[in-house]
């Protein structure tokens, strides 16, 4: 595998051990490039399938499995913690809620840390290792920093999070300490905060940030998981939150590798769903300027998705393009109701994961999405992760249980 640049028509190419993320000639930002790999498929699908009855490590994680689609690695490298392999669970009350007849949700907080960024994160800490780094480094609304954290410590590699001061949920930040982190607290939200991790320039922070190529590598196994799972018949739409569209970059490139490489023959539609009050890529749709529309206060009770000014924001175009996707965003009512909808049908998820249901329900209203289309939500993040929420949600129902005792 090499480096490339991920705008197709700058076509800049650099060595895998490349220092920087962003092209040296253009600016957009580098990606990992399996150079036209066609593999059999229907060999490839039975070996990643045999994978799964055996013990070896690497072939237990659900990200490593996939390995003929990542960066190569001999197998004592790999650091990992039996991530992915998280289950598709159909949605009953929440199916009724959004007028469909075939709601499914993959829990990627059902993850060794609570959210999908262990799926990334196995693959840039591995590459943090495997290039000799001291100290990774990210900024983070909490669920980056604590999966950082946890990966960091099984690699013996030294971890500093740059957290957002009092904006992000308690119980993020516990982890980070339980994983021995070392904490920068910045005034400041979650845009202020990368962009004080990345102006210190300190040479010997490794920076594992979405904007590191490695992790989206990892983040793209959700894809094949899930195609896996659906036995190789795509669903008709996959719907994903949207904050620094590090993720929904990662879809996309997973669903442009698949496609060319012949192991799906239809690809799902990506739907991107922001919430209201951090909304930069609907905006920038909406303005068609090819200039991102930054949002400069973003404010929603979804913390983990507070972000003004993604920074993978030209990439999820390119993935919307290719899958003929659509982003939109949603009210915090609406999250917080979604969000009660899958507790009640015994998921559970945090507040960002819920504005998937919330766009499906009013793609569903509007007709974009038919009652009897098969569609996919990516939840994101654990029940637990944002416990202060529910307790909010709920601060009536709590009372009222206080009196009757
Ligand atoms: N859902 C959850 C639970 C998240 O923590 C995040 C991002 C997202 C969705 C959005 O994913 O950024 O790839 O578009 N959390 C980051 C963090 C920013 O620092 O933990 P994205």
Redesign the pocket.
């Known amino acids: 595998m090499q480096l490339q640049c991920s705008n197709q028509h700058c076509g800049e190419s650099l060595p895998r051990d490349f220092a920087a993320f962003d092209c040296p000639k253009c600016g957009d930002l580098l990606e990992l490039s399996c150079n036209g790999f066609q593999p059999d498929p229907i060999e490839l699908k039975a070996l990643w399938r045999d994978r799964r009855l055996s013990n070896d490590p690497a072939d237990r994680s659900g990200v490593w499995r996939f390995r003929e689609f990542l960066p190569d690695y001999s197998s004592d490298q790999i650091v990992s913690l039996g991530e992915g392999n998280t289950p598709l669970i159909a949605g009953h009350k929440t199916g009724a809620f959004a007028g469909l007849s075939n709601l499914q949700f993959k829990h990627l ?1 059902w993850n060794p840390t609570g ?3 262990d799926l990334g994160m196995t693959v840039a800490v591995t590459e943090a290792r495997a290039r000799g780094v001291k100290v990774v480094a ?8 604590a999966s950082m954290a946890a990966y960091a410590a099984r690699a013996g590699i030294a971890a500093r999070v740059y957290l957002p001061k009092g904006r992000l949920s308690p119980a993020k930040v516990a982890q980070s300490l339980d994983y021995g982190a070392e904490i920068v607290e910045v005034d400041g939200n ?1 845009d202020q905060a990368l962009a004080m991790m990345t102006e210190r320039k300190s040479s010997s922070e490794y920076f594992l ?2 904007i590191n190529p490695f992790r989206v590598e990892g ?1 793209k196994t959700t894809m094949f998981e899930l195609m896996e799972q659906v036995d190789w018949n795509p669903p008709d739409f996959v719907v994903v ?9 990662a879809f996309g490139k997973a669903l442009r590798e698949l496609s060319e490489a012949r192991l799906i023959d239809r690809v799902p539609r990506l739907v991107i769903v922001q919430a209201r009050g951090a909304n930069a890529l609907v905006k920038t749709l909406a303005a068609g300027s090819g200039q991102l529309e930054a949002v400069v206060e973003p404010k929603t009770c979804a913390s ?2 507070s ?1 003004g000014a ?1 920074r ?1 924001w030209r990439k999820a175009l390119t993935a919307l393009n290719f899958t003929k996707g659509n982003v939109l965003d949603v009210s915090d009512e609406e999250i917080l109701e979604a969000k009660s909808v899958i507790g009640l049908d015994g998921i559970g998820c ?1 507040p ?2 819920a504005t998937t249901l919330a766009g499906i329900r009013r793609l569903r209203r509007t007709g974009e999405i038919g009652e009897h289309d098969r569609v996919v939500a990516i939840l ?2 654990h029940v637990l ?1 944002d416990p202060d929420i529910i307790l909010k949600t709920h601060s009536e129902r709590m009372a009222a249980a206080e009196v009757s005792a």
């Open positions: 907080g959210s999908f960024k990210c900024a983070s609304t909490g669920n980056t920093a979650f940030n979405s983040q939150p949207g904050g620094n569209l590090g993720n929904s970059s983990a998705i972000i993604p993978s945090e960002a994961s994101t993040g992760k």
